[in-house]
């Protein structure tokens, strides 16, 4: 996955060591928030700080995703985890496999250490809370501009992936497909309801779960949900 990190890589590398490949020339923005008055508010803020000239704003990932493959591709994606149609961070995962190489900023009210680790595992190239200064901003977007990645220092801290972070790295093993269809079954849709939205055989449905699974490490549909729901904010912030 070029552009995001390999969690089956030496564990013990701090993060800011595995920089995007390469400067970034930031003209145009896409902004996934649901959010209206905060786009705004961010779009004014970065055109004026960063100079971006373009900025397109939607209010779902799926949104985000039709966007992208109708092109073209924005220099740089802000998004939020809290979106309407996301549960935890699938949103990052998803999104990284629209756009391999194209840096994501995530700009979040949940910036709780395990939440943004996760993140920056899941593939964004820098985390900002949305209370965070302008000077941050400016400083986030330098760094990706420079190819490196940005976050607070604590986050950046060489640890051991935890529990959660293994389980974002299994997610980020699945294709777009497996990932909408692992989206499906834990809506509750049986293989040919998932079939006929896809537009796709039933078998096919069949051999992309058993890939699925495969990749999660897991025997059933359940555990396959009760795997995702491992991913979510719940589980990846402090309990009280």
Known sequence: MSGSFDFFRDSRIPLAAEPAPGAVDMRSMLIVDDHPLFCDALA??????????????VGTLEMALMRLEAGPTPDVVVLDLNLPDVSGLDGVVRLRKAIPST????????????????????????F????AEREEFRAAFAAISRGE????????????PSPSEHVIARLALLTRQQAKILEMVCEGLMNKQIAYEL????????????????KLGVQTRMQA????KEASFSALTPEG
Do not use: W
Request: proline share 3%; no cysteine.
């Open 199 to 214: 537009s796709i055989a039933e078998t096919t449905v069949k051999a992309h779960l058993t890939a699925i699974m495969r």
């Open 103 to 126: 840096p994501i900023v995530v700009v979040s009210s949940l910036d709780e250490l395990r939440v943004t680790r996760a993140a920056l595992r899941a593939g964004v190239n820098a």
């Open 128 to 131: 900002v809370p949305k209370h």
């Open 225 to 228: 949900v009760l795997f995702v």
């Open 149 to 160: 990645v940005y976050a607070g220092r604590m986050a950046l801290e060489v640890t051991a």
């Open 44 to 57: 004014m803020t970065l055109t004026r700080l960063v100079g971006i000239e373009t900025v397109e704003a």
